[in-house]
């Protein structure tokens, strides 16, 4: 029985511990894989994230003078801890408005049973799901890394262009890897190439040298690899070089990783191209970089300024749309439609100014223009990398 | 906090309870009653979501389907597949005793994950399937809530009644002996092979049922659910410490530890935002801990079984009498 007490007693602190956190002005959640499958990459996403939230409060706060405050929540990469910790944050911490989570299947699960129903908007920095588009979501969801198919499909045209007729294709089996190869497969074949092979494979695994054998079997000499460089992808490509299967290689964003110049070296890389996001001619990026930097951390990370971008237009829209959560979505599609002032990363008291002067602002973000379309995606800007020397070398857009 | 708020977190606090006491009920049926160690539940919760999502979803150009069939028929159709996909791995494996059994179901439940991950032109592959009708779905945030748990609850009930009767009826009390004392059971004539496989086959489908409701509260249902961790182990922990062998115990379990795994994020919300970060790993420190104090302090659980026949009617009555005469 005593345990029991206990027990009850322990549960009641916890709920009266969270009675205690709603203090702050305005709040917004930030959910993030902190444990769990992208246990690895969450902490920097976090970290540029709050970054913005800190360029929000040194330079004025919001909404007259408030302060933002991030809550952050962890979807630990699965539906079910994504729905309950989203269920916290809009429910019990009452935020405006949701960045992240970061896995698709979190995004799709929260967004239906949570924040759609709720009425609250939400803006994920790496939910990369062809599906998100398609979400009946009364404009309320949002993405500040383009879906796969933009990815998959413009890397397909531009190999067709530059010749590559018959291609394998290696793809990690998740949703990254398979949405971009599906894309890519759909584009590169509808468009008269070929694919001579085609097969997923599972992370973390020894050898792959089965694997490329049986893709090398349909006599393609180019391999495109979907996965990620310092992971999988990495072994993929030494013993696909070893072994001598393929003698070009092509990666998407997720190879362009700068382990795989240290581990493999340049010289060995000739053949070797990447596919990855490139800023338009602003310098969106560098300001990003700088400011990233300067609190310590790296902004080569994987989607670190994705998850920058989020948080920004999040405080955007809620300045613009004045603090009420009904009228963010609307206020997110408004703040980048590429129309209006150029606001770039960190220019916080400005797009204060111009929003309350009336004027229109356009968000120019880190990771690209982000011009919203209907359904809250963005198009992608990408680029062909190329190894020079020791580091990657923009080779050509991609169209 | 906001009181409408704070009623919409219970009440989907309500709603994971109830779905996962079906997957703890389920496994009640085969560990507490039968002594089968199944850890593959994450591959029957995965078959019941898939089928029911597939029968009910609308048509799409990545996954199998498009029958729109009402969500009824995929939820019977979930706990049909579920316990065909049973049959089969049943079959094969509880000859298997004990541990060699539970190596046996994490691998099947590997290879279901991987099967749904994998075979996209059937489940939709990593993209999952979308759309999924969810009944009282167009109502308002906290009525569709509302009315989803009515459903979730009423369903717990009819299931956790259906499975009392079964347990308390002779079918139980022989599950009871089998699992107690196997070759005194087989001395008395029983088939244990074919009685193990019922109950293995009567566990998954209450398991499937409970991936179905997740998958329609969700209206999607992504590979990325199917995580040993949260939907085998964790399972596991809330029988154990509710008691295993007692379905009371189990619901008590399941509420017991989705609570505390789910109220702990606001302890850990009160540190600062550095640490923060790091303390959401101690809550799966947390759970961890606590199966392990409970396995040193109360093995039984918290509910434990009640012991000997204390469940059948003849020994009730005499219990009466026996209190009367006192």
Redesign the interface.
């Given at each position: 029985m005593l345990?029991?007490i206990a027990?009850a007693a322990?549960?009641f602190s916890?709920?009266a511990?969270?009675?205690?956190?709603?203090q702050a002005d305005v709040k917004v959640g930030l959910l993030g894989g902190?444990?769990?499958p992208i246990a690895a990459m969450a902490?920097p996403m976090?970290d540029s994230a709050?970054l913005a939230i800190q360029q929000v409060n040194e330079q004025g706060g919001i909404l007259g003078g408030q302060k933002l405050e991030?809550?952050?929540?962890?979807s630990?990469?699965?539906?079910?801890?994504g729905?309950?910790?989203a269920?916290?944050l809009?429910?019990?911490e009452?935020v405006a408005g949701l960045i992240g989570p970061h896995?698709?299947?979190?995004v799709?699960?929260v967004a239906?049973?949570v924040t759609v129903?709720?009425?609250i908007t939400l803006i994920t920095p790496s939910g990369t799901?062809?599906?998100i588009t398609?979400?009946?979501d009364k404009g309320q969801v949002f993405r500040t890394v383009p879906s796969d198919d933009f990815q998959g499909r413009s890397l397909a045209r531009t190999l067709l262009n530059l010749g590559t007729k018959k291609v394998a294709v290696a793809y990690l089996?998740?949703?990254?890897?398979?949405?971009l190869a599906?894309a890519f497969k759909v584009e590169f074949e509808a468009n008269g190439g070929e694919i001579s092979g085609y097969s997923?494979h599972?992370e973390g695994k020894a050898s792959y040298r089965s694997n490329l054998a049986e893709l090398s079997r349909g006599g393609a000499d180019t391999l495109v690899i979907f996965d990620y460089g310092d992971g999988t992808g990495l072994t993929i490509l030494r013993q696909a070089l070893e072994n001598g299967f393929f003698t070009n290689f092509v990666g998407g964003d997720g190879m362009k990783s700068d382990a795989i110049i240290r581990e493999l070296g340049a010289e060995n890389l000739t053949t070797f191209i990447a596919s990855s996001p490139v800023g338009e001619k602003s310098n969106s990026l560098e300001l990003f970089n700088e400011a990233y930097k300067a609190v310590g951390g790296n902004p080569d990370a994987i989607f670190v300024s994705n998850s920058y971008d989020a948080a920004f237009l999040m405080a955007l829209a809620l300045e613009k749309a004045g603090g009420d959560a009904a009228k963010v979505s609307e206020a997110m599609a408004a703040v980048s439609d590429g129309q209006g002032e150029a606001v770039l990363p960190g220019e916080w008291k400005k797009a204060v100014e111009l929003i309350a002067a009336g004027k229109d602002i356009d968000y120019k973000g880190a990771s690209g223009d982000l011009n919203f379309d209907n359904a809250g995606d963005v198009p992608g800007s990408y680029g062909l990398f190329k190894v020079e020397g020791d580091a990657f070398a923009l080779q050509q857009a991609l169209n | 906090?906001?009181l409408i708020?704070?009623l919409?977190?219970a009440v989907?606090m309500a709603i994971?309870i109830g779905i996962y006491s079906l997957l703890a009920l389920g496994l009640n049926i085969q560990w507490g009653f039968s002594g089968l160690f199944n850890a593959g539940i994450a591959g029957f919760f995965a078959v019941g979501a898939y089928s029911s999502a597939l029968l009910t979803a609308p048509e799409s150009a990545v996954h199998l389907g498009g029958y729109q069939l009402p969500v009824v028929v995929g939820w019977i159709g979930a706990m049909v597949a579920a316990g065909a996909i049973a049959w089969p791995i049943g079959k094969v494996c509880l000859r298997f005793r004990s541990d060699y059994l539970a190596i046996a179901t994490i691998g099947v439940a590997e290879i279901i994950r991987?099967v749904v991950?994998?075979e996209?032109w059937m489940t939709g592959?990593?993209?999952?399937v979308?759309?999924i009708p969810?009944p009282f779905g167009d109502l308002?945030?906290l009525y569709?809530?509302l009315a989803y748990l009515a459903l979730v609850f009423a369903i717990v009930l009819v299931v956790y009644w259906a499975i009392e009767r079964q347990i308390s009826a002779p079918w139980g009390r022989m599950m009871r002996g089998i699992r107690d004392n196997e070759d005194a059971a087989t001395a008395m004539g029983k088939d244990i092979k074919a009685r193990r496989l019922e109950a293995f086959i009567f566990g998954a489908a209450v398991m499937g049922l409970g991936g179905a409701l997740?998958a329609h509260?969700?209206?999607?249902?992504?590979?990325?659910?199917i995580?040993p961790?949260?939907?085998t182990f964790l399972i596991w922990i809330m029988l154990i410490l509710g008691g295993s062998g007692n379905n009371r115990g189990a619901l008590l379990g399941v509420a017991?530890v989705w609570?505390?795994?789910?109220?702990?994020?606001?302890?850990t919300?009160?540190l600062p935002?550095e640490y923060?970060?790091k303390a959401?790993?101690m809550?799966?420190f947390i759970i961890g801990l606590l199966l392990q104090l409970v396995l040193r302090f109360?093995p039984e659980g918290?509910l434990p079984e009640p012991q000997g026949t204390a469940g059948s009617p003849e020994v009730k009555t005499f219990q009466k009498q026996e209190s009367a005469a006192k």
């Open positions: 345990k029991k027990l322990g549960l916890a709920t511990l969270a009675s205690n956190a709603v902190i444990s769990g902490p976090l709050k991030a809550v952050v929540g962890d630990a990469c699965n539906p079910q801890n729905v309950d910790s269920t916290k809009v429910n019990i009452q896995c698709s299947g979190s799709l699960a239906n049973s129903p709720a009425g799901s062809p599906e398609g979400l009946e089996n998740n949703d990254y890897g398979s949405g599906n997923a599972e | 906090m906001e708020g704070l919409n977190y989907f994971f991987l991950k994998s996209g592959g990593a993209r999952g979308n759309k969810r308002s945030y569709s809530q997740f509260f969700n209206r999607s249902i992504t590979p990325e659910a995580d961790m949260i939907a017991v609570i505390i795994w789910s109220a702990s994020e606001f302890v919300d009160q935002t923060a970060i959401k790993y809550r799966v109360r918290i």
